[in-house]
């Protein structure tokens, strides 16, 4: 009915209606945005079939169908792979996709894995459980030892993976002798960079293979995305990772590119002022009249501080841990000291300083053995350190802690 031609006011209404449909179409010429503008659209008009199979074939830079590439993914991605150093990057839905694209990309169903011992709780869980389908067998190591990593360059390895910075007791990786291992042993390495940024640590002038990171946290700095990087060299293993984002349904959206784009704008002085306060507040909790141990790479007595010196750059990073000899009742009450200044809110990398409870939260995942064996208790407490002035931050901490130990 609504389609059918009739003359006066109806013929009127059928073209405002079609006109409405219509889309906005280019910007005036010669007006160029100062910011990059959101462009939420999911799919591209074309001038023909054979338009269409340069696009989605990748024979040219055009796009077509958001889950293949769509503006806001392609700036951040370019630009995170300039300051990364890699030819090529692909932006995915959260940091766990970046991970499970890498790693779908690498393996073949029968893979040996060699997995730094420490990990975010659900990327180990990626290996040992849902790919343990795939016959992908793991194996850990201790990223820090030189003779683990000398007993890697003799096994037949298919994939490394190690954080830079380990979640959540900041052991730092030997990036350098492991990726020489990893190629003795025929593999590829991947480093999870998320503690460090590409301004900390940049993994692939190592000798690393892949870079991951989730943007979620500190790129973004402001807990309202959640994306994640893969950059790397290789050809041919970038274009296969970015032929599983777009298979496996793990692309990113717009808005999210578009507020990581805008974190990543200010994180060059976020990141040094949140540095400068983990290594202050490590020091001041370092040196409370309580039963307290610290892990910073910062601190001197940090087992890898030396080696820290030279893989990190301009900081130790924004993250550190503590552990006090607390179960988890006394945790909350100290978590409801603490709170509404310092909120326990389990993530990290925001403005300002947060609060994580690895056994229950990002290790919940690993068996109470798996935990005890990596130090993680019940008192663990991770922080993740926002820009607040140092003084403040001091005392808060002090304060609550001083007050739970007196109680
Ligand atoms: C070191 C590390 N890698 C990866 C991830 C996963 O990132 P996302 O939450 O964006 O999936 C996290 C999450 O906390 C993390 O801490």
């Not at 499970?100 to 459980?129: C, D, N």
């Not at 190592?206 to 995305?225: P, R």
């Not at 010196?309 to 000899?325: A, I, V």
Request: proline share 5%.
């Amino acid at each position: 009915m609504m389609n059918k031609q009739t003359a006066g006011p109806q013929r009127w209404e059928n073209q405002l209606e079609c006109e409405a449909l219509r889309s906005a179409g280019p910007m005036e010429p010669g007006s160029v945005p100062h910011i990059e503008p959101l462009i939420l659209s999911t799919v591209w008009q074309l001038d023909s079939p054979m338009a269409a199979d340069q696009a989605l074939s990748g024979a040219n830079d055009a796009f077509a169908y958001r889950r293949d590439g769509h503006p806001n993914e392609r700036s951040l991605a370019h630009k995170l792979a300039s300051l990364h150093g890699a030819s090529q990057a692909s932006i995915t839905a959260q940091g766990m996709s970046a991970i499970s694209a890498v790693a779908m990309g690498i393996l073949e169903p029968g893979g040996q894995v060699w997995l730094g011992q420490e990990l975010y709780g659900k990327t180990s869980r990626l290996f040992e459980h849902s790919l343990a389908k795939w016959q992908i067998t793991t194996r850990h190591f201790d990223p820090t030892d030189k003779v683990q990593i000398d007993e890697l360059s003799r096994q037949k390895v298919d994939l490394v993976l190690v954080e830079t910075l380990s979640n959540p007791r900041l052991s730092v990786a030997r990036l350098e002798d492991i990726s020489v291992a990893t190629h003795a042993a025929g593999g590829k390495l991947v480093v999870d960079n998320t503690f460090a940024t590409h301004l900390v640590c940049q993994p692939l002038s190592y000798g690393a293979d892949f870079v991951v990171e989730s943007l979620s946290k500190q790129v973004n700095g402001h807990s309202d995305s959640m994306l994640g990087l893969v950059a790397g060299n290789d050809r041919q293993l970038m274009d296969c990772i970015q032929d599983t984002i777009s298979t496996f349904g793990m692309a990113s959206s717009p808005l999210d590119c578009y507020l990581t784009h805008r974190g990543l704008m200010s994180l060059a002085l976020r990141l040094e002022r949140a540095c400068v306060n983990a290594l202050a507040l490590a020091e001041a909790l370092d040196a409370l009249p309580t039963t307290i141990e610290v892990d910073y790479p910062g601190l001197t007595h940090h087992p890898q501080h030396q080696f820290a010196k030279e893989q990190l750059r301009g900081g130790y990073g924004w993250m550190l841990t503590f552990h006090l000899p607390l179960q988890r009742p006394e945790v909350a009450d100290l978590f409801r000291k603490l709170a509404p200044e310092i909120p326990f809110a389990p993530s990290l990398g925001d403005i300002c300083t947060t609060l994580s409870h690895p056994a229950t939260t990002s290790h919940r995942g690993y068996s109470e053995s798996q935990r005890v064996s990596l130090g993680i208790t019940e008192g663990t407490i991770r922080v993740s350190c926002g820009v607040e002035p140092a003084e403040w931050l001091i005392e808060q901490f002090s304060q609550a802690i001083l007050d739970f130990a007196r109680a």
